[in-house]
Structures are given as structure tokens and as C-alpha cells.
């Protein structure tokens, strides 16, 4: 079997939860990437912390998510243009480093699944960028977070959501829950809605954090990584929230624009995902061999 052949079998093994082992020169990459992250850690944090003595809406959040986003192996690279202020994005969800290559393109704030905060530095990293994060089960939390996220929107200027619930292996799209986008019935004076599309390329389905992966081992085989791969940010065409008649209406039509960008990205049509996930309710459709 060829390393490549080993290496998708480790993935496939780790969407099952197997632990994926590393072998020396993995670990190394691990490390050196690692210690990398902590260096950044060391500047970044102290500038960001001097920066709110004197001024508010720190910079150094989004340039260390941006750097991390480089490190761990992303090169972001981004079309059309984001909005800056008044913005809700709704985003399909791959992995963590979604967060931040998207917090490194426009500073965006975050609503997340609670499972992210457990994940060794990215939890931590998220919360510096004021992260919303929800737990999917938690369905009598649901106004406490729409708050939250409230909240969120008026400081920040920009939130991003998730709407699927859950990450996916980058060729699928599962159905939006627009229980957050509850937050725009009715929509804040100004606020626009803009889709955005993460391609991950050829390597989406091995960066993908899926199934029964847990999250540390899949931060762990992301920075064993060889190499680099493209991340491309899609920003699509802004829309008003006002022009459709409640967060339904305002989700499908995110919905529609980000299946048809995600579609001419990957060349053929988004497939249904092949995995149960139980706490958004999706069950994957039985398989003809």
C-alpha cells in the first residue's frame, strides 16, 4: 500500500473514531506547527490586550486567526468582496479552520457547535473572537443564544453562522437550520445577509471533521499534514434580509446561492452526505451498491 493509499485509510479509520497514529516525521510537523501557533500566541495575545487599554476592536484577533490559518497549512485565497459592517454571513462548514480563515478575511465573530470549544487551542482562540458557541441538543437554550447572538451583532458589526449544524466532507450540503436566524425577525435597521462558500479543493474530504471523529484527533492530523492546500473563501452577492418574509425564507434563499457556488466549484452536484448525525437529525440515505 502507498503512503497516500495509508493515509486515506487513516481517515477513513478516523471518521470511525480510530485514533489516527503519526509517524516520526508526522510528529515532527505536528510540533514544529504547534510551536508555531504558541510563538504566535506569545506576541499576538500581549499586542491584543495593550491594543483594549486604549482603543476598542482589537485587529490582532483577526491577524493571529488569519497566521494561524497559514500555519496549520491553509492558503486562503478570496473572491468577491466581503462586507465589512452590518453583515450576517452564512457559510457551508468543513472544519475548525473554517473559523479562521474566515476571521482572518473579515474579523467576523462566530456561532459555533459547543464540541469546538473542547478542541485545544482553537477552543481558546475562538473565545478571543467572541465566539457563540451553541450546543445542538440544547434546544431550551435556543432563545439564550439567539440573545447571545444578538449581542454579538450589534458589537461586532458581523456574525457568522453555520447553519448546518454540523461539519461536512466539503461535497455535500446538508439542510440549513434557521433556528439562529431567528435573530433577524425582525432584521436589525441596515443589516445585510451575505452567503459565502468554503472550497477546500481536492482535499476537502480528508480535512473534513466528520462522523465519529473526535476533535483533538482531527486538529492532531491536520497539523501532521504535509504540505499546504488552497482554501478558497467564495463571498457572494449581498442580500437584504427585509426582502424575504422570515428567517424560512431568508435560509433557503442562502441556501440556493451557496449550493449553485459550491456546485460550479466542485464541477458535478453536491451529494448527499453519508453519515447519520443524530443531533441535527439527519439520517443519510441508505446506499445502492
Not at 40 to 65: D, K
Not at 111 to 121: D, N, T
Not at 212 to 241: D, I
Amino acid at each position: 500500500m502507498d503512503p497516500d493509499s495509508r493515509d486515506w485509510a487513516h481517515r477513513a479509520a478516523a471518521a470511525k473514531g480510530v485514533p489516527t497514529p503519526l509517524n516520526a516525521i508526522q510528529w515532527i510537523r505536528f510540533t514544529v506547527r504547534l510551536l508555531m501557533i504558541v510563538l504566535a500566541l506569545f506576541i499576538f495575545v500581549p499586542a491584543h490586550y495593550a491594543y483594549r487599554i486604549f482603543a476598542y476592536g482589537s485587529p490582532f484577533p483577526m491577524w493571529f486567526l488569519g497566521l494561524t490559518a497559514r500555519i496549520v497549512g491553509a492558503k486562503v485565497e478570496t473572491r468577491g468582496v466581503p462586507l465589512r459592517r452590518d453583515v450576517f454571513f452564512i457559510a457551508n462548514h468543513v472544519s475548525w479552520i473554517d473559523i479562521l480563515s474566515l476571521a482572518g478575511a473579515s474579523g467576523t465573530a462566530f456561532v459555533a457547535k459547543q464540541e469546538l470549544a473542547q478542541v485545544p487551542v482553537i477552543g481558546w482562540l475562538c473565545r478571543l473572537n467572541r465566539t457563540v458557541f451553541v450546543k445542538r441538543e440544547n434546544r431550551l437554550g435556543v432563545a439564550e443564544q439567539i440573545n447571545a447572538l444578538r449581542e454579538a451583532l450589534m458589537d461586532n458589526w458581523s456574525v457568522t453562522i453555520f447553519p448546518e449544524g454540523t461539519t461536512t466532507d466539503g461535497h455535500s450540503l446538508l439542510p440549513f437550520k434557521s433556528s439562529m436566524i431567528s435573530v433577524l425577525e425582525p432584521p436589525p435597521p441596515g443589516v445585510m445577509v451575505q452567503p459565502v462558500v468554503l472550497d477546500y479543493g481536492e482535499v476537502a474530504e480528508w480535512i473534513g471533521w466528520i462522523d465519529n471523529e473526535g476533535g483533538v484527533n482531527n486538529f492532531k492530523r491536520v497539523l501532521a499534514r504535509k504540505g499546504t492546500f488552497t482554501l478558497v473563501l467564495n463571498y457572494l452577492e449581498p442580500f437584504s434580509p427585509e426582502e424575504y418574509h422570515g428567517r424560512k425564507a431568508i435560509s433557503a434563499k442562502a441556501r440556493e446561492m451557496i449550493e449553485e457556488q459550491l456546485e460550479a466549484s466542485l464541477g458535478h452536484p453536491v451529494r448527499p452526505f453519508k453519515f447519520n448525525v443524530e443531533p441535527i437529525r439527519y439520517s443519510a440515505p441508505e446506499m445502492i451498491e
